[in-house]
């Protein structure tokens, strides 16, 4: 099925650091979703973008809708502990009938 | 209280045996969806329900058979489990028109031996 490229696969940072992800494809996105998921947890939903060149943030997390429609990026500022997790992006298509294309997750790891 | 609650949240079962994932939801939602997660592969869509009269199977649908017994209710069956089955299970949720967002629940962790 369709995949979405999801980059880097882990990072590692220092507490205080800003990082940066993306999730690309070949296909166009009408919709790009952001979730976390905590060890032993499911997904939750951070930022959901619907239109192109969109950028929306919550708290200290900003996601952008790319103005190709083809990728999205996730930018987290002055990293704290608790932002370990594995952040996941999903995509919706036209004529996808409510189906998400997800990404195969960034393991952020956040060193004290 | 959580809006999408599963039962159980750890379950280990024998080869062949017959097992029930349950799903339930306050969020007053009418579409409900089953995805496994396992390492490496991302989260996969096994069945997706749109109403209490509405089934569709997802990517990896084979193995699996799935009932909405209710608007807030969907469970997922493996109906002769197999080591292959041995996954993360998530039920999600979403509204019926105009967003796309899921809201997921804790997780089922089924380890078949």
């Known amino acids: 099925g369709q995949q979405l490229n999801q980059s880097p696969q882990s990072m590692f940072i220092q507490e205080g650091e800003d990082v940066s992800m993306n999730c690309t494809s070949s296909s166009i996105f009408n919709t790009w979703l952001w979730y976390k998921q905590d060890p032993g947890e499911g997904p939750v939903l951070l930022i959901a973008l619907y239109k192109a060149g969109e950028l929306t943030s919550n708290g200290r997390l900003t996601a952008q809708f790319g103005t190709t429609r083809k990728d999205s990026f996730l930018n987290i500022s002055a990293s704290i502990p608790s932002d370990v997790g594995i952040y996941f992006c999903a995509g919706q298509r036209g004529g996808s009938n409510y189906k998400l294309t997800f990404g195969k997750g960034t393991l952020l790891t956040v060193n004290p | 209280d959580a809006d999408v609650t599963q039962t159980p949240r750890n379950r280990i079962t024998k080869t062949g045996k017959r097992i029930m994932l349950e799903c339930s939801q306050t969020?007053?939602?009418?579409?409900m969806y089953w995805y496994r997660q396992d390492p490496g592969l991302g989260l996969r869509l096994i069945y997706y329900?749109?109403?209490?009269?509405?089934?569709n199977k997802g990517e990896i649908s084979d193995g699996y058979s799935v009932s909405r017994q209710a608007q807030a209710k969907f469970s997922l069956s493996l109906e002769s489990a197999i080591p292959n089955q041995t996954a993360l299970y998530f039920c999600?949720?979403?509204?019926?028109?105009?967003?796309?967002?899921?809201?997921f629940g804790p997780g089922t962790r089924l380890t078949v031996t």
């Open positions: 329900s749109f109403d209490v009269k509405d089934i």
């Open positions: 999600a949720t979403s509204t019926a028109g105009g967003s796309y967002e899921q809201y």
């Open positions: 969020k007053g939602h009418d579409r």
